[in-house]
């Protein structure tokens, strides 16, 4: 199993809701990564979680609380969003932020539209 | 700081013809991993072919090989026999190596590749 599953595929959402995306693998990763990404452009780093401890935040707004569980689960809570944060968000895994191959395998995103 | 410059936003290419996409990348590092990624409409991003800078040989998946240069700091990518499906935007990725516990992947801007039959 090589799979890095997200839910859900599309959210839409309004400014006042709270909603979270989730994010699952099962290959024994112990470092997982969220990623915002805007049309045409690459992908942002927002957030490293290193054996279920966060390793990096990239001065993320606090309207994006990310959550892992356990080492198979990562969580990225949203609540109060502005429409500016409609874009697609992606979920990665890696063997450790060491990186024995440098891999990162990624999910399929979930495209969020803020009203 | 480390940065990957991709200079061309958008590439064409014939089916069954060749293209090489141009990468570039800024580092002080003598140990890190050089990705090629695709992401197509479809958007999930699929790792194409990997390099670790302290290897030599250029790597070469089927019909995807990369001509790393590591002193001029260059890692292009070559796709032979250009398929309709190989249509993507291509991203460039640079990461520190295995003794680095940052596992943050430096993305460049990405090129377009559009295939025509």
């Known amino acids: 199993d090589t799979e890095v599953t997200q839910t859900p595929k599309h959210l839409v959402m309004g400014m006042t809701n709270k909603k979270s995306l989730k994010c699952e693998q099962h290959m024994g990763h112990r470092a997982m990564y969220w990623y915002k990404q805007k049309a045409k452009k690459p992908p942002e780093l927002m957030f490293v979680?290193?054996?279920?401890?966060?390793?990096i935040n990239e001065s993320v707004p606090s309207r994006f609380s990310p959550e892992c569980p356990n080492s198979s689960l990562l969580n990225l809570h949203l609540h109060a969003l502005q429409p500016e944060d409609s874009a697609l968000y992606l979920c990665?895994?890696?063997?450790?932020?060491?990186?024995?191959?440098?891999?990162?395998?990624f999910g399929e995103g979930s495209r969020l539209t803020v009203l | 700081a480390q940065t990957v410059t991709q200079s061309q936003p958008e590439m064409s290419v014939q089916e069954a013809e060749t293209v090489t996409l141009s990468c570039t990348y800024d580092?002080?590092?003598?140990?890190?991993?050089l990705f090629w990624y695709k992401q197509p409409p479809s958007r999930q991003m699929i790792l194409v072919i990997r390099?670790?800078?302290?290897?030599?040989q250029n790597a070469t998946e089927n019909r995807f090989s990369v001509n790393f240069q590591k002193a001029a700091k260059s890692f292009s990518l070559k796709i032979s026999d250009s398929q309709l499906g190989d249509a993507a935007m291509y991203f460039c990725?640079?990461?520190?190596?295995?003794?680095?516990?940052?596992?943050?992947?430096?993305f460049g801007r990405g090129t377009q590749l559009t295939v025509w039959p």
């Open positions: 990725a640079y990461r520190l190596g295995r003794g680095s516990t940052l596992g943050r992947l430096y």
């Open positions: 580092t002080s590092e003598s140990d890190y991993y």
């Open positions: 990665a895994s890696s063997q450790d932020i060491r990186g024995h191959t440098g891999e990162l395998f």
């Open positions: 390099q670790e800078a302290y290897k030599q």
């Open positions: 979680y290193s054996y279920e401890k966060l390793s």
